[in-house]
């Protein structure tokens, strides 16, 4: 029987000596295989008396039993080594620092543009938002602008493709088409009541948007922000213009004490026109005039091409520059930072 002992240690060591499942099955397959050792021996027996067989077989089962276990001692031990390893691969260590992930912010120009939006929605102005590539029509002809003005030169205005010769499309030099866009559209829904000799609620809106102009350096870039701004009404004075924008100005720079002037100007869409600069009574820009706005009472011309009766209807317009307005109220001093794009500058508006 010391023979069958031999057998079974040698097995057990076999196992012992297998590190992978498909080692420990061949190791297996010597012992336990069809022509295993074990295997072998169970052939043996039939040429035994049948005492001897008995006693031989016994023998021989209780060995087969022993690498039996062995074996499955040593697939336990290997599934669990793996199971270990796998744990070890996968471990998540949950006291390392997080990866940060830096919170984003609205650009500076984007703040100033919600900021207009809240203060003017407050004082019940709409917002309108149109289109960037104009026709000749709503940029320059339908605002009273003749076809000889500057405004209109290869030089100032970026043409694009489409349209006609004497129509053609271009990008939009300011906001100022939008008091059309937006005047023909609340025309033509109260059209029947005012044929009807009745009325239209106010027109009363802002319209804020990028603009474009052949202009590069530190205070002009060639894509630029613009606000328009527009109140048509049966009643409407150039009284109401300086009420609102010198109350639109002190909230925007949380100053009560700012200073407004209306400079007598020039613009073809409104008669007559006025500059507005505003002036700081403290901080580091007091004493200084600074534009911020063109502005004036809304010419008969625009009224009419608004598809209303510029004896009836009165109003005023203004368009203001919100990158200006947006380096005023955090002083910067060069316009460019504000496309550079450059998460150094614009972190700081978080
Ligand atoms: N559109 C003018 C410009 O770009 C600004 C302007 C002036 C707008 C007077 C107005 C206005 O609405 O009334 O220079």
Known sequence: MNALDDMVSLARSAFEQAHTPTELENAKAQFLGKSGRITELMKGLATLSVDEKKSQGAAINVAKQAIESALQERRAALAEAELQTQL????????????????????????????????????????????????????????????????????????????????????????????????????????????????????????????????????????????????????????????????????????DDLVLRFRPSFFPFTEPSAEIDIQFQSGPLAGRWLEVAGSGQVHPNVVRNMGLDPERFIGFAFGMGPDRLTMLRYGVNDLRLFFDGDVRFLSQFR
């Not at 590539?133 to 970026?158: G, V, Y």
């Not at 008091?179 to 059209?191: E, G, L, M, S, T």
């Not at 009363?204 to 701004?229: K, L, N």
């Open 88 to 255: 070890k691969a996968e471990a998540l260590d949950v006291t390392l620092p997080g990866r940060e992930r830096p919170a984003g912010g609205l650009h500076p120009v984007s703040l100033t543009l919600e900021r207009i939006e809240a203060i003017f929605g407050s004082m019940g102005f709409d917002v309108a938002d149109g289109p960037e590539i104009e026709s000749d029509w709503f940029n320059f002809t339908a605002l009273n602008t003749p076809a000889d003005h500057p405004a209109r030169s290869m030089h100032d205005t970026f043409y694009v493709e489409g349209g006609s010769p004497d129509a053609p499309n271009l990008l939009r030099t300011h906001t100022s088409p939008m008091q059309i866009r937006h005047a023909v559209q609340h025309v033509k829904r109260h059209r029947a009541a005012l044929d009807a000799g009745q009325g239209m609620p106010e027109i009363r809106v802002i319209a804020p948007g990028r603009t474009y102009r052949v202009d590069s350096d530190a205070t002009h870039s060639p894509m630029f922000h613009q606000c328009e701004g527009l109140w048509i009404g049966e009643n409407v004075s150039f009284k109401d213009l300086k009420h609102v924008f010198t109350d639109f100005c002190r909230t925007f720079f949380e100053s």
